[in-house]
């Protein structure tokens, strides 16, 4: 899930194992034009690799955005 809060703040929840990985990620594919709040939940298992989640978190930030509500 995405919120985007104009005019520069992004606020992303996901079950990644490295969030503050997906955060310094985002704040780079965006240009540093963002400022990026990650927030990670509980993974469970390490059954298969939730660490690079980026991409689709990155369509949820600019979903967010273009609707002007919460993406997720």
Same mark, same amino acid.
């Given at each position: 899930? $995405?919120? !985007?809060?104009? &005019?520069?703040?992004?606020?992303?929840? %996901?079950?990644?194992? $490295? &969030?503050?990985? +997906?955060?310094?990620?985002?704040?780079?594919?965006?240009?540093?034009? !963002?400022?990026?709040?990650?927030?990670? +939940?509980?993974?469970?298992?390490?059954? %298969?690799?939730?660490?690079?989640?980026?991409?689709?978190?990155?369509?949820?930030?600019?979903? $967010?955005? $273009?609707? %002007?509500?919460?993406? %997720?």
């Amino acid at each position: 899930m $995405a919120v !985007f809060e104009p &005019p520069n703040r992004a606020t992303i929840w %996901g079950t990644s194992q $490295a &969030p503050y990985l +997906d955060k310094v990620t985002l704040y780079h594919v965006f240009n540093r034009q !963002f400022e990026i709040r990650s927030i990670g +939940d509980h993974v469970g298992g390490g059954f %298969g690799t939730k660490v690079m989640c980026w991409q689709v978190q990155s369509y949820a930030i600019i979903l $967010a955005r $273009a609707t %002007g509500s919460r993406c %997720g």
